[in-house]
């Protein structure tokens, strides 16, 4: 092992890495929202309505993430006979699609439901001051409910956001050429656990700007307790 | 002219039945304190006629406006007549001082945020927190915090005011501060309700009490003489056990 081999693997993981990133960034962007609307489901007066999202979130819950992200990536083809080998949005090939899609339906249930235990974790009072105030039922809920949610749900989100940084690597049950695929392919070229070493570093510095960035969050809303 | 109009109101949670027929007028500039027991439905009547529940039958004039839960259009309007005061506050710990003051003014009455300043100013001169509009409520004391909701109850101009327990939440030599706030309205001629266990203070305080139990009006009269006179054997046991 020399510094050019050790290069060449940071090298050939980078780009793995944009694919790590891309799955990330994309999971995040899309669960957030739908685990509020599921949370919001959940909480649903209507009993039919309440007990569908619970459903939903039980079974996304309680079943491999791996088995639905194969499910949602042969599911169209297998069950509708859809053929998904051509879908391309942008410059996304329908594996990362499937990908971002199995994540942000898995992660959204986790999210919901993180999100409903701080929905209800609000004392009523705050609804009934908004309220009696004239506040909408819209303004209530993003200028005086949400931004306290969001104060007290954050530690468990960090858990949730580093968890997910690590589970990008089940991508390669689609052959995605995210860090992880690429690491076990150089591995066994190069009949060497190194490229495995170096995806730990990247999975751990990447965790640590995670963490790093979600104590600046948190910081930033101590201002009141 | 009637400020508060409840007449003959109703209300039961469940079996419960919590108001049985409560009628209230209070005129313009008055001051009306409600004392009675706990589980006597002060609290109960204090929330049915700030929308915070529904009343089964009867009904509700605050400022001329008749309150009709499926006309969300006077609910709007009969909201912007009245204030309340809660027993914890409920500022919202997210918004300092001055926004928990001026945030409905700016949002909901659509004042500019420079109008919604000079009320503001002028409302923590008067609470005696002038400078406490940067601060947020979990930096003040109990005291502080109820003049602060005091203060964002006052901000939109209502007609009347009500309270719920004002100085139940608080530390004894925390209650003056509150307590002298609450006077110098009544001074100003603020029409106000108050629901209170400080006997003297209703006393003080007060134009009218009404002594509440069993969800209807045992007793009412001119504050002095029902404190100092009860006529009904109920109102005497109760405070009998107030012997300040």
New interface residues.
Partial sequence: MNWDQLLSITKQLGQGFEFTVGIFFFTILFSIPLGLLIARGRMAKNPVVSAIFSIYISIMRGTPLMLQLLLVYFGPYYIFGVSTGSIEIGPFNYRFVATVIGFSLNYAAYFAEIFRGGIQSM?N??Y????????SKM?TYF??IL??VI?RVLPSVTNEVITLVKDTSLAQVLSVTEMFTVAKNLASAQVSVMPFIVAGVFYYVFNALVEFGMNRLEKS?S??? | MSVLEITDIHKSFGDLQVLNGITLHVDEGEVVAIIGPSGGGKSTLLRCA???EQINSGSIRIGGIELDYKNKKSL?EI??K???V?Q?F?????FSVRRNIT??LI???GKSKEEANAICDSLLDKMDLTAKGDA???NLSGGQQQRVSIA?ALA?SPEILFFDEPTSALDPELTIGVLNVIKELAREKMTMVIVTHEMSFARDVADRIIFMNGGVIVEEGPAAELINNPKQERTRAFLSGYSD
């Fill in positions: 004392p009072g705050q009934e001051a908004a309220q009696v105030l004239g506040f303004q200028k005086i931004p306290q104060k809303m201002y009141y307790s | 700030t929308t915070l709007a909201r912007n009245f204030g309340l809660f914890n409920n500022l919202f710990p997210h945030e409905a949002s909901v009455h947020y409520p979990c964002r939109t």
